[in-house]
């Protein structure tokens, strides 16, 4: 019982450091080939180009909100 629980636990943690192995090697290679570099600069692009459409979004319901009909709303301070 004892030995087996020891198999099944060194077989374990070996199937698991094979695995890290592997992700590090590969994640290695990508950073050597600068796909690293390309993904973050697309994952910022994107998050631009959302922050800016959302700006745009809120100008223009401001804008909305700010005019009517007879011209411009007075607003006091």
Same mark, same amino acid.
């Given at each position: 019982?004892?030995?087996?629980?020891?198999v099944l636990v060194t077989?374990?943690?070996? $199937?698991?450091?094979?695995?890290? $192995?592997?992700?590090?090697?590969?994640? /290695?290679?990508?950073?050597?080939?600068?796909?690293?570099?390309?993904?973050?600069?697309?994952?910022?692009?994107?998050?631009?180009?959302?922050?800016?459409?959302?700006?745009? /979004?809120?100008? $223009?319901?401001?804008?909305?909100?700010?005019?009517?009909?007879?011209?411009?709303?007075?607003?006091?301070p």
């Amino acid at each position: 019982m004892v030995n087996s629980v020891f198999v099944l636990v060194t077989s374990g943690f070996l $199937a698991f450091a094979a695995a890290m $192995a592997t992700l590090g090697w590969s994640g /290695i290679k990508a950073a050597r080939r600068g796909q690293v570099e390309r993904r973050r600069q697309v994952v910022l692009d994107a998050y631009a180009e959302r922050e800016i459409a959302r700006e745009q /979004i809120r100008k $223009a319901a401001r804008s909305r909100r700010d005019s009517s009909p007879h011209g411009t709303i007075l607003q006091l301070p």
